[in-house]
């Protein structure tokens, strides 16, 4: 039982790591694949900008 | 002489009208000539993408960093799509339904495998703890990653009528975040599995025998002489690294985009990602079966790691003479709980 928790916790624990690893050093799409003059605001959320 | 004016005019403009008339008469048939209008054609995709051949592309000019995205359409997307949405479910359906329905006969037929002599009363380590962390590591997190892929498969057919669109997308946009990074921790669990079990796990001879008996599945009470891991295990423990490797370097090719190349080998890896993840569900389908309610006394060895010395007998015959040979199995009078039945 206890190897079963820790299993579970470790898996979780080295989920949040990677993700907050991997956006140290990946750029979201918005900026990845567009210039500065085609970006929206707010981009991932908003893709018209400011109503 | 007005009247002689007027007469002319009118015998003009009845020329004029003459020749506007044979002009339309004679260009109806250079315009049935066309065969297509570019401008009107250009809105009929389907025949556009007809005409395009296998590997072909339309192609424009950007400026935007992404280079790629100057493919405007690739035809051969469509074949993916197509294998995604009607093909794939359906290799998914059979293998998985498939492997449930043959479980369920099995279990009908031959019924819970139990221990032939009873419990010894007497247990045995088989998984220390370290090992049984490694295997919960791996399996909790294909769990998490099989639920959470089958929801991109099935579950715009089961879930989305279900639960609505609001809650799938909910549901789907935490799978894909889960999917994602704990694909992390399971390809670590996959690389440990790999190196502390592996020599317990090459292939004999005497796995020929276990194949040959059945594996004592198909007969009560009779047992082929197995080490500690026997051909059954063996292959599981194969299907597993083999298989989750392909999973680990396909997924790795979807979690970084383009790695591989370009888009249409993107598709050939989605594809494989798959189908590979649809026959390894499959497989620990039967793995979780004969590892819980398909065998008594199995679910202890990774469980609490200690399994009923007459359990181990019948199936690792071969193992636990090692163990009395080294001494590490307890007397055969050690006070055990036994569970009544």
Redesign the interface.
Known sequence: MKSFVAALLFSAIAAVGVSMVLSTIQQPSSVAFTTGGARVGDPGNNLVGPS | MPSSLSTHKVSVARALCAAFALLFVLAQPAAAQLSFNPTAESVHEDQLLKALKEGDKITGRI????AM?ASLIQPAGRDWRDFQRSKMPIIGGITIIGMLAVLLIFLAVRGRIRIHQGWAGTKILRFA??E??????T???FIVLALSGLNISFGRILILPLFGPQAFSTLSAYGK??H???A???M?GLVIMFLIWVKDNIPGKIDLEWFKQGGGLLTNGKHPPSPRFNAGQKGIFWVVILGGAVMSVSGWFELFPYLPGDVTTMQIWTVIHAVMAMLLIAAMMAHIYIGSIGMEGAFDAM???EVDLNWAKEHHSLWVQEELAKGTVPAADTPRAVPAE
């Open positions: 400026s935007i960093p992404d995205a703890s370290f049984r962390f490694t295997h919960w590591l399996a909790s997190c975040l889960a994602n990074y704990l992390f921790p399971f670590l469980g609490t790691g």
